[in-house]
């Protein structure tokens, strides 16, 4: 997981490397946020001293929220994203230079947020769950550290660092 607040907006991109990834866009407020991903997906953290302390619950049966504490770390840490046709790839780099990500070739971009009255609907939640088991999702592939680059069917693309203001 990582997360990239510049002033009140905040990105964050959770993954676990292999097929599966949420991303919460949205807006902090004195260093507390409360973030939902499209697939209903909820972040809720603190932000006080440099440190991050929150909690993740996924849309998904029978798995328990995942909680967090996190140090604030300095660039090139962080989140990137590429694109290349219909496929985005992310990844969180961290400070000790590993990297993990996946790419989804389902649609780059249209991470919409969903609204909190929706996702208090079962079946706005069983829906929305439909469409993560639909999506195309696999490991990301290998970035170089540094250059950011990687190659993506037969062309070498760059990944761009994500910020808190950015629309992905």
């Known amino acids: 997981m990582a997360v990239t ?4 907006n905040v990105v964050a991109y959770a993954t676990n490397g292999t097929n599966d990834e949420a991303y919460f866009i ?3 407020e004195g260093g507390h946020m409360d ?19 929150g909690e ?23 989140i990137y994203t590429a694109t290349h046709d219909a496929a985005r790839m992310t990844w969180v780099v961290r400070p000790d ?3 993990t990500g996946v790419m ?6 249209n991470h919409k947020v969903s609204d909190a009255a929706q996702a208090r609907s079962q079946a ?25 680059s990687m190659q993506m069917g037969g062309t070498m693309m760059k990944a761009v660092r994500v910020t808190g203001d950015m629309t992905l």
Do not use: C, E
């Not at 991903?37 to 302390?53: E, F, K, V």
């Open 26 to 28: 949205g807006k902090q």
């Open 56 to 78: 993740m619950t996924t849309n998904a049966p029978r798995v328990a929220p995942v909680t967090f504490r996190a140090s604030s770390v300095a660039g090139p840490a962080g």
């Open 5 to 8: 607040v510049s002033g009140a």
């Open 104 to 109: 989804d070739n389902s649609a780059p971009g």
């Open 124 to 148: 706005f939640l069983d829906g929305v769950r439909q469409m993560r088991l639909a999506r195309q999702i696999h490991q990301a592939p290998q970035m170089a550290y540094g250059t950011w």
């Open 97 to 99: 230079h590993t990297m």
């Open 35 to 53: 973030l939902m991903s499209m697939y209903g997906d909820r972040l809720q953290a603190s932000l006080n001293d440099g440190a991050l302390t």
